[in-house]
Structure formats: structure tokens, C-alpha cells
């Protein structure tokens, strides 16, 4: 098997894959120092509308919360940040007391209009909302008028740990985010508002009630619950809340309406509860939502009372989930326990952020841990995890190989994430233990990796077992390893078909079958070389019927495909590459008797056969427009150059056109290392051009100024190489494959040029046009021992082609002439327009016969078709029995594809109907599939995709794209009406929609 080469695209991404570890590698590269000692801080919110993240942080010098603007670049390189930087330019201040100070801020967007507001709860039992807009805006913000913002009293007592929390999600699946909000014995959901609506005040007061009596949100009874989380568990498009109290921690599937009261007894349905509590420190994110594993659906982190225990539980889809969700089930599929040594649990987690961090999209975690102070996280995984699963820093393998990292003497509260820079990564705000605060620039590297597929088509084996990636790829990446790598059948699945993997002995790897038809294979152990190992991935199929597509994925780095043909190929074509039009020499010298070809003849390998047909001339020779674009036909580079100087391309003015056809019955040769057909002009073999100008006096190497002009149908090769390539000296050339230019080259010198033809390999589909210019511009010296002009190569067609035994090039390009003989009485013959095919192969047309009285002699044919027509070319008659009569295709005409099985019928133009098989006028029927075709074009398969149905067919898509003519209803035909002598049937057309034709009796 010829291999096609491919351009492979190398897809890389930014990925971050770690930060500075403690803050002695600190610098101004990698981070940026703040001037606030304060551990409150909130960010990754965008409250002016400008599409940069912004972040909020408390200054208890100051007594104010500070808003600074992203992104950092309107700072000046001004370090480090400021309280006296904020001028309501960069950022705003907001006034606050003491106390309220040490609370955190919540940012989101809860009027729906694209600005983000900002949530300041305080310790008198108030949240204090500021709208989010463009500007401009004060140095101080402090107008809670019901315009810029308002407040919210939500209890009558002083906030304890049991009213102290809120959250922002889509609670009621609306699109918009709900602010979710508690007592010491009530939840409060406040639905957002669309369109950038304000919510209703009194002299800037929002009236709690309004809420509890469902105007504006519902309530539920959860008595002394402690803290929140929000997130899509059953991926049902709608925020589930998660409520920790100190006795038990609950999850309530969201909702499109909800009653006024809503007090749920949870089922599974509706939620369901679980045996995790809440942490008394009130100040901690306890929970969190995103797509850890990489399925696609969002799963629930929650960290356990006493922060030693992590439970991912994996999110679900279209199930019921039991009312009361067993932690440590020990069911893996659905809920992993994290860990930090599993033979002495220690702390893990204290307050913890879920999101993509590393832009991989795939969720990962952050927790900052208190003693011994520092911050760990790690990136989503595809990898099956335990049940439980020790993240031991030194030992785990989710630590390293840019798969988490660790920040060292940080304090216990959460940091901030924020794309402060604005370049795409996620940066983290962290407070050291040194009473610092610094963001920290998540670090970019380019992540690469790809296999490198040599032949994206595999050929047909028997045993329909494809090992499609052996010795078929050269894979490498960079940067990080490969995790993981999904294979997926595309097409229909097959209940047989079968994907397998079978690891090799020095590389580890995990195999996860999610059907018959896809599978994922991972890199457990990180190894280097796991792409290496793909090699033993196995398809297995009992299919025998159409093109299997393969998908190869790694999150969006690799994307590739595999197309295996599981139908072994049945090629139906002619015995030779035709040219649809002759080939022509066309000298630009002014006498004509300077100009003459020779051709010598090859006596072995493989050839090529042309045909007559209406001579072209120097008008109709011109090169087409060249198209200066990258063709679509063509899968490597196309070299396209200047188009200045056609100074030879059929210039007019230039002397007169002298033309010689050329007879290529052997020009051609195949060469079998490489499965093409090689044109060769030289001096020894092939085409030798002489130009008696310069003869005598420079030698046979002076001939020059010469153009040469093919066009050929091209079949396209079902397993090997399609394309052409040529090689010369001073040559101009250009091929244009379907009016596409797939490869040029002019003014130059020693050139080769390749180009691969990117298209359908089915062998059922119709030919291409393929035209080639080849012009040679002047003198050449090859020098000693280099006698060859130039080398055109065109590969493919090899199933198409017979081979020829030394002289006699036509023996074995067709079937063995048959000859009739007999004794009987003299004859009667007619010569008509008669056609043989042999199965689906298609032949030329015979024009004449020849016939003889007493003995019957006839030229070869395929297939013998009793006449009983008139004579529409030559007649020759006698009295007598009629014997068969056997016509011959004489392999010099357009090819036609047409074979009758019954006795013809004649119309006007001497069109041959067959009953069953009705074209229009000017085209051929194919009876075995009625699809009608042009009388001169070539047909190969039986497709109507792109050809019209014979009258009472249509094209129908029987399977899997492979279109067939299906009769749908039946016509009066010839066979229905008797004609009196010397009247015959003819079909006229008709105006019915139903049948195309009708028939009637000539005049």
C-alpha cells in the first residue's frame, strides 16, 4: 500500500501549569505585589462591563473596601497596588464600618444586564447591593438610594453563624442568577430580575416580604443552616443548592416554579440528603461545582466538618438519585473519598474553589489548608480514581508533571481567583503568612501533542481485524504528557464491531470500555512514551458493506480520524486511463517543417491507450485562468508563483502553431516501486521531440520551445496514493484537477513539485478531470550521462490498468477476440449503435461490423445481443437465417456504458430505448442500475448521486451513502402498443409529471 502524505496540523494550547511555590521565587515576571494587609478579598467578577476581571479587598487602615478595575495594564507598572491608586478611574472605594470589614463580598449579575453587582453582607442582618455599570464613577461609593443600590434587612437580630451566608446561582432555571440568602431559621431565594431591571424599594430598602410572599422569590424552613453552595449535580440546566447545617447537609434539585413555602421531604427526585456537616468557621467555601472527571456533566465537591476528607461526587444525568446519598459507598463510579494520608487522615481542606484553572476545560481544585499553611491544587482528571484516593504530595500522581501544584506559607482563607493580566490564565491572590497579599501569574507553556497518521485510509482485510495505528503513525508531544485518549466509532454502530486495547508490557495503562464502539485508554503512570503504545489499539468488525470512521480525541489537542474500508473494493473500470481528448504538441516556430516527434515504443510494463476525437486547435488550447488561491483539491502545499512571464504558454504573436497529435498506446511505462505511470520525454524511450531548428548544429538537447497538452479522466486509487508529480529542466507545468489548479510551477529551473489529490476514494465515484500543460522554454544541457527530459508521474489508477507483454500492447487490454463461423444460408447484418459491458466494468462503443456471405466473421465483443434493428450506418445484405451477430469494441472512442438484455427499440436519433431503461435524449442507460449517463462520458460504479434515474426511478439512499435508482411507479411503454408496418414506436416527451415519456407510432 501507497501511502498519501498529509499536512498534519500541530494543535497546541496555552495551558497553565503551575505557580511560584513560596514567595522567596517571587518577582515582577511572575507576580505583583498588593498593599494590603487584609486577608478578605474577592475577584474574578466584572463590574464595569468591560470585559476585564476585577477584584475587590479590604483595608482596615483605611476602614474601606477597595475595587480595582482589570486589567493591569492600566496601573502603569506602578508597584505595588494602592489604596491611593483608586481615583474612579482605575477602581472605587467603598465606605464601611470596622466590623464588616472581616466579611466577604459576593459579585454576579442578578438583573440580567451584563454588569456584575457587588453583595456586601453586615453585621446589623443587611445585604448591601451596589449595581454594576460603566461609569463614570466616584472615588467613594456610598448612595444606596434604590438607583446605584440598595439594602436588604433580612432578620431582626444580630447575624450569629446561622445567618451569615449567601450564594448566587440560577436557582429557578430562568437564565438569570438568584441571590440565596439565610436566617437562623429561613433560606430566602431572591429571583433576578431581566433586562436590567431595579429591584423595588422604600427610600433604598428592598422589603424582605416580598419575597416570602413569592412576589419576588420563595423561602424554605431549613433551621440553623451554616453554609451554601450552588451548581447543576443532576444536569438539568437548573442550580441545585446545597445546604450545610451542623446536623446533616442536604442537596434540593432546582426548579421552574416553586411555591411560596417550599419545604421539600426529600426522595431522590427532588434531592436528597447526605452525612456531611458543616464546618463552624463560617468564612470558608465548604463546596463547590464543575466537570472534574471530563464527562460533560457537572459534579459536586464538598469538603467534611473536620477538613480532613474531600467526596467528589460525580454528577448524574436523566436518574433518581436514593434519598440519602451514601458517602462512603465505596462505589467509585459515582463518589471518590480524597485524602491526605490514609493512615492518618490530616487537614485537606478548609476552604476549597472549583474551576478550570488550568485551561484545559476540565474543572480542578484549590484548598487552602491551615497548618501548616500553604495552598494545593489539583487539575481535572479522565483517570478512573479509588474509592479513595491519598493525595500525598509526594506520591500522588495528580502532584507534578503539570498535573497541580503547591504554594507554601499561605494563610487558611480562600484565595481569589482572577484573570488579572488578562491573558487567558487563571492568576490566584494569596496571603502569605509574611502579611503580604501578591497575585500570582499562572504560568503558560504550550502544550502540543500529536500522532502524526501517515495513511488516514485503510485498505480491506479479509479477517476485519485493523490494527489502523501500526507502524501508521510517529506520534510526539510536548510540554505535558498525554493523560488520556478516546477512540470512537462515528458511523452506524454495528452490535459486532469491537474497539480493544492491549497495553504493552513496559508502559501502563488503563482501559475503559464505555460501548463496543468507543474507548478510552489512560496514561496511568504519566509515561512519556504512552503515545508510543497506541499501536496495539484493535478494531474488530464483521462488516463487509460500507466505510467505518474512527475518531481520536484528546480534549482539543489531537483530533484525528480514521476512515477503514471494511467492503472489500470491487473497482468496475476500463482497461486503460482514457483521455478524454487528444494529445497535442504545439511548436511556436514559424516554419512548420522544423518541427517533428518522435515516439518510441515501450516494449514492457505497464501502458496507456488514446482515442480519435475532433482535433483540437491553438484557441481552444489556452491555459485556463489561473487561480492564484490554494485549490481545494490538494492536501500538501500547492507552489504557485509569479504569473508574469507566460512567454511561452501559447502566446499568439509568437510564430505560427504547428500541432501534432500524439498517439500514446505507449507512452507510459509503470513502475513498480512507487505504483505510478511515468511520461517520460528524453532522447533514449519514451516521447522524443526534435526541433530541426537548431538540429546539426546544437545537438537533439537544443529542442525547445514546445507545449504539451493532456486531458485525461482520473480515477481516483481506492488504498494507494492519488496525485501527480513532475520533475524537469526549464519546464513550465500545470495541472488542474475539476478546473482547480493542484500544482504549478513556471520560470524555473530544476524543479520537482508533488502534489496529493484530497479526494473521494470510493470506488463507485465519478472521474476527474485532470488536465496537465507542460511547456518547455529553451535550450537544455543535461550534460554527460543525463539523457531524460522530463519525468511526469501519475499515481493511483494501477487496478485500472493491464499489463502489456513485450510488443504486443493490446493482447491482454481486452477479452479474447471470439469469432462466429457457419455454413448456413447467406446472412443478413446490420451495423447499429450496440454496446457490451462485463458486469459493472465499463468498454467502448462498437461502430461498425463486418459481415460475409456463407460465413459468418465478426470482430471481438463481450457480449453477444440478438439484432433485429435497422441498419444505421453500413448495410451489407443477404437472404437467409439470421445467425447471432458479435460486434467489436475497438478501445478508440469515448467510453459508453450501456447493455441491453431484450430486443432494442429505435427513437428518433437513433436512440436505443430499452423499455425498462428510458433516458433523455443524448444519454446511455445502464439497465443493471438505470442511471443514465452521457453518450460520451466515462461512468464508473452505480451511484445516482450526482446522475439522474432512468423514467420511473428515483434516486434513493439505501444505506449508509450509497445512493440507487428505485422504480416507483410504472409507465405505458413501447411494449404496450402494437405499430402497423411500416410504422415503428417511438416515445415522445410528455407533459405528465409522472412519466417522462409516452410511447406512439411514427409518422
Not at 467505518?548 to 486503460?576: G, H, Q, R
Request: one cysteine or more.
Amino acid at each position: 500500500m501507497y501511502l498519501v502524505l498529509l499536512l498534519i496540523f500541530f494543535l497546541k494550547i496555552s495551558i497553565n501549569i503551575g505557580f511560584p511555590t513560596s514567595e522567596s521565587l517571587l518577582n515582577d515576571t511572575n507576580s505583583y505585589s498588593l498593599d494590603f494587609n487584609s486577608e478578605y478579598k474577592t475577584g474574578g467578577f466584572d463590574f464595569n462591563g468591560d470585559g476585564k476581571q476585577d477584584f475587590i479587598i479590604s483595608d482596615f487602615q483605611t476602614k474601606k473596601q477597595y475595587v480595582f478595575f482589570g486589567d493591569l495594564s492600566r496601573y502603569g507598572g506602578k508597584r505595588p497596588l494602592k489604596a491611593s491608586m483608586i481615583d474612579g478611574i482605575n477602581g472605587f472605594s467603598i465606605a464601611i464600618t470596622k466590623r464588616d470589614l472581616q466579611n466577604y463580598p459576593l459579585s454576579g449579575d442578578i438583573n440580567n444586564d451584563g454588569y456584575d453587582e457587588i453583595i456586601i453582607r453586615v453585621k446589623n442582618g443587611q445585604l448591601k447591593i451596589i449595581y454594576g455599570n460603566a461609569g463614570p464613577f466616584k472615588n467613594d461609593f456610598s448612595n444606596f438610594d434604590g438607583i446605584e443600590g440598595f439594602i436588604i434587612d433580612y432578620t431582626n437580630t444580630l447575624e450569629t453563624e446561622y445567618a451569615a451566608y449567601q450564594v448566587l446561582c440560577d436557582h429557578n432555571g430562568d437564565g438569570i442568577k438568584d441571590l440565596i440568602f439565610n436566617t437562623e431559621d429561613e433560606v430566602f431565594v431572591l429571583y433576578g430580575l431581566d433586562n436590567g431591571k431595579k429591584f423595588p424599594t422604600n427610600s433604598g430598602k428592598f422589603d424582605i416580604n416580598f419575597v416570602s410572599n413569592g412576589t419576588y422569590g420563595h423561602i424554605m424552613n431549613q433551621r440553623r443552616s451554616i453554609n451554601f453552595g450552588c451548581g447543576d449535580l443532576n444536569n438539568d440546566n437548573i442550580d441545585d443548592l446545597v445546604i450545610l447545617s451542623n446536623v446533616i447537609g442536604k442537596v434540593i434539585f432546582g426548579l421552574k416554579i416553586y411555591p411560596t413555602k417550599y419545604n421539600p421531604v426529600l426522595n431522590g427526585t427532588n434531592g436528597f440528603t447526605m452525612d456531611i456537616k458543616a464546618n463552624d468557621f463560617k468564612y470558608i467555601l465548604q463546596s463547590g461545582f464543575g466537570d472534574f472527571n471530563g464527562d460533560g456533566l457537572q459534579d459536586m465537591a464538598v469538603a467534611n466538618q473536620d477538613s480532613n476528607s474531600i467526596y467528589m461526587i460525580y454528577g448524574k444525568k436523566g436518574r433518581i438519585w436514593e434519598s440519602h446519598f451514601d458517602i462512603s459507598s465505596g462505589n467509585s463510579s459515582e463518589v471518590v473519598k480524597w485524602v491526605r494520608d490514609v493512615s492518618s487522615p490530616q487537614e485537606i481542606c478548609k476552604s476549597m474553589y472549583v474551576g478550570d484553572i488550568n485551561g484545559d476545560g476540565i474543572s480542578d481544585l484549590s484548598c487552602n489548608v491551615n497548618s501548616p499553611g500553604y495552598t494545593w491544587g489539583v487539575y481535572g482528571t479522565t483517570i478512573k480514581l479509588p474509592s479513595v484516593y491519598d493525595l500525598n504530595i509526594k506520591t500522588s500522581p495528580l502532584f507534578g508533571d503539570c498535573r497541580g501544584f503547591i504554594i507554601l506559607n499561605t494563610k487558611v482563607i480562600w484565595s481569589t481567583w482572577i484573570d488579572f493580566n488578562n491573558d487567558g490564565i487563571l492568576d490566584v491572590i494569596v496571603y502569605f503568612l509574611n502579611g503580604i497579599n501578591y497575585i500570582l501569574f499562572g504560568q503558560k507553556t504550550i502544550m502540543s501533542a500529536s500522532l502524526n497518521i501517515i495513511d488516514t485510509s485503510i485498505a480491506y482485510k479479509s479477517n476485519g481485524e485493523y490494527l489502523f495505528l501500526e507502524s501508521n503513525f510517529n506520534p510526539t508531544s510536548s510540554a505535558c504528557n498525554v493523560q488520556f485518549i478516546i477512540f470512537k466509532v462515528l458511523d452506524s454502530i454495528d452490535v459486532l464491531d469491537q474497539l480493544s486495547f492491549s497495553s504493552s508490557s513496559n508502559i501502563s495503562s488503563d482501559v475503559v470500555s464505555i460501548s463496543n464502539s468507543e474507548l478510552q485508554v489512560f496514561n496511568t503512570n504519566r509515561d512519556p512514551n504512552f503515545l508510543q503504545s497506541l499501536s496495539n489499539i484493535l478494531y474488530k468488525t464483521k462488516r463487509n458493506s460500507t466505510i467505518v470512521t474512527i475518531s481520536i480525541t484528546y480534549l482539543n489537542i489531537i483530533n484525528d480520524t480514521i476512515k477503514i474500508f471494511t467492503a472489500n473494493p470491487s473497482i468496475n473500470t476500463t482497461s486503460w486511463l482514457p483521455f478524454r481528448a487528444p494529445s497535442y504538441f504545439i511548436d511556436h516556430l514559424k516554419n512548420e517543417t522544423d518541427f517533428n516527434l518522435e515516439q518510441n515504443h515501450v516494449t514492457s510494463g505497464m501502458g496507456l491507450r488514446g482515442f480519435t476525437a475532433p482535433q483540437l486547435t491553438a484557441d481552444n488550447c489556452y491555459l485556463p485562468k489561473l487561480n492564484m488561491t490554494t485549490p481545494i483539491h490538494a492536501t500538501e502545499k500547492v507552489w504557485i508563483e509569479s504569473s508574469q512571464t507566460y512567454s511561452n504558454r501559447f502566446n499568439k504573436s509568437f510564430g505560427k502553431y504547428i500541432s501534432d497529435e500524439v498517439d500514446f498506446y505507449s507512452l507510459f511505462t509503470r513502475s513498480d516501486s512507487d505504483g505510478s505511470f511515468n511520461f517520460v520525454g528524453s532522447t533514449e524511450y519514451g516521447l522524443k521531440i526534435i526541433d530541426n531548428y537548431g538540429y546539426g548544429k546544437e545537438g537533439e538537447f537544443s529542442n525547445y520551445n514546445w507545449c504539451m497538452v493532456m486531458r485525461l479522466w482520473y480515477c481516483a486509487n481506492t488504498t494507494e496514493r492519488n496525485g501527480i508529480s513532475f520533475v524537469g529542466t526549464n519546464y513550465e507545468m500545470s495541472a488542474f484537477m475539476d478546473n482547480q489548479l493542484v500544482m504549478d510551477s513556471i520560470d524555473r529551473s530544476n524543479f520537482k513539485r508533488n502534489a496529493d489529490f484530497n479526494i473521494s476514494k470510493d470506488p463507485n465515484s465519478n472521474p476527474h478531470k485532470l488536465d496537465i500543460f507542460i511547456c518547455q522554454k529553451g535550450a537544455v544541457t543535461l550534460g554527460p550521462g543525463r539523457s531524460q527530459f522530463f519525468i511526469l508521474k501519475i499515481f493511483g489508477l494501477n487496478k485500472n490498468i493491464c499489463e502489456y507483454p513485450e510488443d504486443d500492447i493490446i493482447k491482454n487490454c481486452v477479452p479474447t477476440p471470439t469469432t462466429t463461423t457457419t455454413a448456413t444460408s447467406p446472412i443478413t447484418a446490420t451495423s447499429t449503435t450496440s454496446t457490451a459491458t462485463t458486469g459493472t466494468a465499463t468498454t467502448a462503443t462498437a461502430t461498425t461490423s463486418t459481415t460475409t456471405t456463407g460465413s459468418a466473421k465478426t470482430s471481438t465483443a463481450t457480449t453477444s445481443t440478438p439484432t433485429t434493428s435497422t441498419a444505421t450506418t453500413a448495410t451489407t445484405t443477404t437472404t437467409g437465417t439470421q445467425p447471432t451477430v458479435t460486434t467489436t469494441a475497438t478501445g478508440i472512442q469515448p467510453l459508453i456504458t450501456a447493455t441491453t438484455t431484450s430486443p432494442s427499440t429505435h427513437v428518433q436519433q437513433n436512440n436505443t430505448v430499452n423499455n425498462d431503461c428510458i433516458c433523455v435524449r443524448g444519454q446511455i442507460c445502464l439497465p443493471n442500475s438505470h442511471i443514465c449517463v452521457n453518450e460520451y462520458d466515462v461512468y464508473q460504479g452505480e451511484s445516482c448521486f450526482q446522475l439522474s434515474c432512468a423514467l420511473g426511478y428515483d434516486c434513493i439512499e439505501k444505506s449508509n451513502q450509497i445512493y440507487k435508482c428505485v422504480k416507483q411507479y410504472s409507465c405505458i411503454t413501447c411494449a404496450d402498443i402494437t405499430c402497423k408496418s411500416p410504422h415503428r414506436c417511438i416515445l415522445v416527451q410528455s407533459t405528465s409529471q409522472k412519466c417522462k415519456y409516452q410511447p406512439t407510432c411514427s409518422n
